[in-house]
Structure formats: C-alpha cells, structure tokens
C-alpha cells in the first residue's frame, strides 16, 4: 500500500492509487478461482434456483388473490402517509411518536446519527416496508407449509439485505467516518475487502474476528489433560482433576461434530470443561476430526461405534471403571438417544445417566434449518456430496450464519468495509469461524432420516447395527437442557422426548439461545433457568407451571449429577491411566481447520 503514516492527511492522489492496486487485486483472485475450475463450482445453500422458484410461486399465488394484494398495497401506502406525516412534524420542530421503531435487540439503528429527521424517516421507511413485505409473504394463500417456510426465510434475507445500514450512501455513520477520516475508512474498507476475498481464494470471505489473538491450547481451549485415545473420526481427552478426590463416576462428553468441542473450554471463566472439573468430575470429551473426502464413507453408525461406544471402551480401560455418565450436545445428543436405544436392544448398561444439551430427537418442528430440508434441495446436495466426499466447512459456515444473518454477516459487512474498522479478538466469533465438514454418507443420513422423514422417534424407524431403534426403551435417568431462544433446536420441539423415555426425566430451559444460555456459567449471573417437576405433554402447560429460578442451571444439574456420580476416589492423573498418553490436550484433531 502507500506507507501512510498512521494519523496523517490522506493524499487523494495516493489513496486513488491504492484504490486502483486493491481492484486489480481482487480482479486477480478471482480469475485465478477461474483458472483453477472453482468458479464452476455452483452449489451454493440456498441454491439460487430454489429461491427463484420459492419466490415466483409465492408471487404467482399474490397475484391470484388480486383483493388481497390490493389490500396490503392500501395498507402500505396508508402505513406511509402515517409516516410523512411524522416527519412533516419533526421538520416543523414538533414532537412526534415514532411510527416504526426497530425489534428489540436489533443494533443496526443504534447509532445517535440515526435519530436526525431524514435519516430518521428512512430508518422508519425501511421498517415499515419490511414488515409489510414479511406479512405480505406470510400470509400468501394457497402454499404449502415448506414453500411458505422458505418463502418467509428467504424473504427475510431480503430485506435484511437492502437495509439502509448496509449502504455507504444511506449509512449516517460511515458517512461521518468517512469525511472525518478524508476518505481513509473507504480506502481501509476496500482493503479488507480484498483481503477476504484473497483470504476465500477468489469468493468473498468476511473476516469476523481477529484470529491471530488466539492459539489453541495456550488461551483457548486450554484447560490441561492429555489425549488418552484415537482413532479415525475422534480423539478422547482426559482432563486433568484439580481437586484432591474426585467422583467415582467418570463422565464422557459427545460434542456436536457440525462444531468444535472448544466452546465448551473457551476461556477459563466462562469454561465449563473446567467447572466440571473444579467440582470432582473426572471429566471425558469426544475431539472429533474434521473429515475430509476421505472419510466420505464415514455413516451415522460410525460415529456411534468410532464415537462414544469407543469412548467408552477406552474410558474402562483409563479408569477400571465400566460405568459411567454422558452428556450429548445437539447432534451428539442425537447420538446419544440413538445409542442409548441400541444399548437398551442390546442389555447394555453401562451408561448410568444420560444429559442432553439443546438436543433433538423429535425433528416435526425442527426449528430454521427446516427450511433447507425438502426432496429438492437434498437431491442438489447429495450431487454434490457426491463430487465432493463431503459438505465443505464453508457452507456449513454460511447455513447457520444466515440463521443470524444481521449479527453474523450484515454486523461484520459494515464494520470492516464502510467504516474500515479491524475485527475484534472475542473467542467465542472465533469458535464460530472455526468450521467443519460432513462426511458425504453421514450427512445425507443424517438430513433424510432425521430432519426429512423424522423416523427416529417412530419405533424401528432407524437400524443401527443391525438392531431397529426404540427411543421407548430407555430406562436411563435423563437430564434435558434446552433454552428458550434456541433457533437450531427449538425448545418445545426436544420438549416432545419428554414423553418417550422410559426413565425419569428432568427437563430445564435456560435463558437465551443455543450457545449462549448453555456456556452460562453461575459467576455470569445472566440468564435465569425454569424448572417445573412435572411433564405435561403440552410443553405451553410446562411452562405455565415452571418456577423462574435467577442464575444458571449448572448448579442444579450437578445437584442432579450427584446421586449418580459415585463415591470419592483419589484424583485420577492421565498420565497414569490404563492407557498411554497420545498428546497434551486440547489434541491434533481439533487444530484441523476447514480450509474449503
């Protein structure tokens, strides 16, 4: 670049020159995506086609209804009146109520700049025919629940993306950024532009956080232990006890593979590996790899046996133990119910309780993701898994980002390219951006079985080693966490499991959503948990009759834990196990990124 130094007036002619070397930049990266055969790549989640043709038979089905449509156009015309008049007052000094005001939570609009008359009626514009365009869509007579389901995502995408924030020219706040700097945060925005679209090899890669703040192992998922087993889809960590005795009972965690076990171990405050740990748990977790085409023949099944089945085995072995707890984190939950169901076929019981975090095994109403799951867009997906071995990491990135599109994407368009800002180091953006793939076979199992054909709560629905599964044999003391904002496992959808297990079942919802209501430790003090002793079918009764409790759930489950952990021991070192020691945690597998 030009060597400006830091703090000195911009020259025009220099930046324009940058300008022009970061356009012949970005041109280069994507012509060499060309040459190497990329560009020909076209998959892509959601496929265009399929948004083009959810749109146009939404349209089509408008159009049939001409009453209706001209209705919501009188609407939207009155809606606007109602807001020029509001600004008419405002120009004229007077005090006025807002007409549109923006959902809670939603910080695109924040900023004071907003709040000046015209940028103030734009704001109110954009909001107003947003939430017009949305009902509009919703309410489209005649579509089936799929197409109406995508026509509303997709919808919503939109309109998120033509938001006024999103636009140097309609942005107040990099506007004033921009003429403050003398056109310094536009050069630096471009600049980061190109970087990430060097950084995508020829596709736009937009950079959430600072990645360099971070070393696995050193400030993120640092909590001690050792590698204590391996194979081809896991590795096993043992971690170290910090307290003198500890519980009998080991305890194996089975992480989700759609993430990376660390946001479980992100930093030591907020670890709950090292709560665990801290509380006399001799403490196990499943690394798994982050597969490649070659693994591409790896099934469900595999990740059953290779997984937590192996685990166990291992964890005999480490500890003398056969005995021992399980807690399964969304799709590993999944893999636990499944488990557990086969082990019940079989008369195996060594698992002697069983916790599900935000796990699903009852897919009718399986939250957002449904809207990716119908025979067409999996017949475009088992194409390419088929090419490619299996679901790169980019696109399972880009499905849950648009899940969260202003926070995960729009958030991070507008702070490093129109205001030309650095990402932040938060860990928990960079576990986010630490993505991995699916192996071609696991996944098209996965999505037909589960999401699509919702076999696994149907009695020998699913087969898993030869034995027809039955989520009613399972006799298993059973803990469920779900939480109350949860996008990707609805809460009152895992709620449905509360009326097929066999054995005692406590079901908690925490606070917030996924991630953030279950990494809550008791020193956050942030999101309260209900409990309710009974379990009514209808979950809307549950909580009708569920007691709000302040501060987090993890001391009540390990109340629950208790009973089932076992007598105090001794503290167990992995280095003096029953099994050599691989590596130090957090393992090789985990420091596997994605790289397409």
Same mark, same amino acid.
């Given at each position: 670049?030009?060597?400006?130094?830091?703090? =000195?007036?911009?020259?025009?002619?220099?930046?324009?020159? #940058?300008?022009?070397?970061?356009?012949?930049?970005?041109?280069? %990266?994507?012509?060499?995506?060309?040459?190497?055969?990329?560009?020909?790549?076209?998959?892509?989640?959601? #496929?265009?086609?399929?948004?083009?043709?959810?749109?146009?038979?939404?349209?089509?089905?408008?159009?049939?209804?001409?009453?209706?449509?001209?209705?919501?156009?009188?609407?939207?015309?009155?809606?606007?009146?109602?807001?020029?008049?509001?600004?008419?007052?405002?120009?004229?000094?007077?005090?006025?109520?807002?007409? =549109?005001?923006?959902?809670?939570?939603?910080?695109?609009?924040?900023?004071?700049?907003?709040?000046?008359?015209?940028?103030?009626?734009?704001?109110?514009?954009?909001?107003?025919?947003?939430?017009?365009?949305?009902?509009?869509?919703?309410?489209?007579?005649?579509?089936?629940?799929?197409?109406?389901?995508?026509?509303?995502?997709?919808?919503?995408?939109?309109?998120?993306?033509?938001?006024?924030?999103?636009?140097?020219?309609?942005?107040?706040?990099?506007?004033?950024?921009?003429?403050?700097?003398?056109?310094?945060?536009?050069?630096?925005?471009?600049?980061?532009?190109?970087?990430?679209?060097?950084?995508?090899?020829?596709?736009?890669?937009?950079?959430?956080?600072?990645?360099?703040?971070?070393?696995?192992? *050193?400030?993120?998922?640092?909590?001690?232990?050792?590698?204590?087993?391996?194979?081809?889809?896991?590795?096993?960590?043992?971690?170290?006890?910090?307290?003198?005795?500890?519980?009998? *009972?080991?305890?194996?965690?089975?992480?989700?593979?759609?993430?990376?076990?660390?946001?479980? #171990?992100?930093?030591?405050?907020?670890?709950?590996?090292?709560?665990?740990?801290?509380?006399?748990?001799?403490?196990?977790?499943?690394?798994?790899?982050?597969?490649?085409?070659?693994?591409?023949?790896?099934?469900?099944?595999?990740?059953?046996?290779?997984?937590?089945? =192996?685990?166990?085995?291992?964890?005999?072995?480490?500890?003398?133990?056969?005995?021992?707890?399980?807690?399964?984190?969304?799709?590993?939950?999944?893999?636990?119910?499944?488990?557990?169901?086969?082990?019940?076929?079989?008369?195996? #019981?060594?698992?002697?309780? =069983?916790?599900?975090?935000? %796990?699903?095994?009852?897919?009718?109403?399986?939250?957002?993701?449904?809207?990716?799951?119908?025979?067409?867009?999996?017949?475009?997906?088992?194409?390419?898994?088929?090419?490619?071995?299996?679901?790169?990491?980019?696109?399972?990135?880009?499905?849950?980002?648009?899940?969260?599109?202003?926070?995960?994407?729009?958030?991070?368009?507008?702070?490093?390219?129109?205001?030309?800002?650095?990402?932040?180091?938060?860990?928990?953006?960079?576990?986010?951006?630490?993505?991995?793939?699916?192996?071609?076979?696991?996944? *098209?199992?996965?999505?037909?079985?589960?999401?699509?054909?919702?076999?696994?709560?149907?009695?020998?629905?699913?087969?898993?080693?030869?034995?027809?599964?039955?989520?009613?044999?399972?006799?298993?003391?059973?803990?469920?966490?779900?939480?109350?904002?949860?996008?990707?496992?609805?809460?009152?959808?895992?709620?449905?499991?509360?009326?097929?297990?066999?054995?005692?079942?406590?079901?908690?919802?925490?606070?917030?959503?996924?991630?953030?209501?279950?990494?809550?430790?008791?020193?956050?003090?942030?999101?309260?948990?209900?409990?309710?002793?009974?379990?009514?079918?209808?979950?809307?009764?549950?909580?009708?009759?569920?007691?709000?409790?302040?501060?987090?759930?993890?001391?009540?489950?390990?109340?629950?834990?208790?009973?089932?952990?076992?007598?105090?021991?001794?503290?167990?070192?992995?280095?003096?196990?029953?099994?050599?020691?691989?590596?130090?945690?957090?393992?090789?597998?985990?420091?596997?990124?994605?790289?397409?």
């Amino acid at each position: 670049m030009s060597g400006k130094k830091e703090g =000195a007036t911009p020259d025009p002619v220099m930046m324009w020159g #940058d300008m022009a070397q970061l356009a012949l930049r970005a041109q280069k %990266a994507m012509f060499g995506a060309m040459a190497r055969g990329e560009g020909g790549d076209m998959f892509q989640i959601p #496929d265009p086609v399929v948004v083009t043709q959810t749109m146009m038979e939404s349209g089509m089905k408008l159009m049939a209804d001409p009453a209706k449509l001209a209705e919501a156009q009188l609407d939207f015309l009155a809606n606007q009146t109602r807001l020029m008049q509001n600004v008419t007052k405002r120009l004229r000094g007077e005090e006025a109520d807002p007409v =549109a005001a923006p959902p809670k939570g939603d910080k695109r609009f924040a900023d004071e700049a907003w709040n000046e008359p015209g940028y103030d009626a734009l704001r109110q514009s954009y909001l107003l025919g947003a939430e017009w365009l949305k009902k509009l869509v919703h309410e489209t007579p005649g579509l089936d629940e799929q197409t109406r389901r995508k026509a509303d995502f997709f919808t919503r995408l939109m309109v998120d993306a033509v938001s006024p924030s999103n636009f140097l020219a309609t942005n107040p706040v990099a506007q004033k950024a921009m003429i403050e700097s003398r056109g310094e945060t536009l050069r630096k925005g471009m600049e980061h532009l190109v970087e990430d679209i060097e950084r995508g090899g020829g596709r736009l890669s937009v950079r959430m956080v600072d990645e360099t703040a971070f070393e696995m192992g *050193r400030n993120i998922a640092a909590s001690p232990g050792k590698v204590v087993y391996q194979n081809e889809l896991m590795q096993l960590i043992q971690y170290s006890p910090s307290t003198p005795e500890v519980f009998e *009972r080991p305890l194996l965690i089975i992480p989700p593979w759609i993430n990376k076990f660390y946001i479980l #171990d992100l930093r030591p405050k907020n670890s709950y590996i090292k709560w665990l740990v801290d509380q006399g748990l001799t403490v196990f977790v499943i690394s798994w790899i982050n597969p490649g085409p070659e693994l591409a023949h790896k099934g469900f099944e595999d990740y059953m046996n290779d997984g937590p089945m =192996a685990a166990l085995d291992a964890i005999e072995k480490v500890v003398g133990d056969k005995k021992a707890n399980v807690i399964g984190y969304c799709i590993g939950g999944t893999l636990t119910a499944c488990m557990l169901a086969w082990m019940a076929a079989k008369g195996d #019981d060594r698992v002697v309780s =069983a916790t599900y975090f935000t %796990a699903l095994t009852d897919f009718e109403e399986a939250g957002e993701l449904k809207v990716f799951i119908d025979e067409d867009q999996l017949a475009l997906l088992e194409r390419h898994l088929e090419t490619k071995g299996c679901l790169e990491g980019r696109h399972m990135a880009q499905v849950f980002n648009l899940l969260r599109d202003n926070d995960l994407i729009w958030s991070f368009v507008v702070n490093n390219y129109l205001l030309g800002k650095e990402p932040m180091p938060f860990d928990l953006l960079y576990w986010n951006a630490d993505s991995t793939r699916m192996p071609a076979m696991m996944h *098209r199992f996965y999505l037909r079985n589960f999401y699509l054909d919702n076999l696994l709560v149907k009695p020998g629905g699913i087969t898993m080693g030869g034995v027809p599964l039955d989520l009613r044999k399972i006799e298993t003391p059973t803990y469920m966490l779900s939480t109350r904002e949860d996008h990707i496992a609805p809460w009152k959808a895992t709620y449905s499991a509360t009326q097929l297990y066999a054995g005692p079942v406590r079901f908690v919802l925490s606070g917030s959503g996924h991630i953030a209501g279950v990494i809550n430790p008791p020193s956050s003090g942030k999101y309260p948990h209900w409990i309710n002793e009974s379990l009514p079918a209808d979950p809307d009764a549950w909580l009708a009759g569920a007691q709000e409790v302040a501060g987090s759930w993890w001391t009540d489950w390990m109340a629950w834990i208790t009973p089932h952990a076992g007598a105090k021991v001794p503290a167990r070192d992995p280095a003096k196990g029953g099994l050599p020691v691989i590596e130090d945690a957090p393992g090789a597998y985990v420091k596997l990124r994605a790289e397409g």
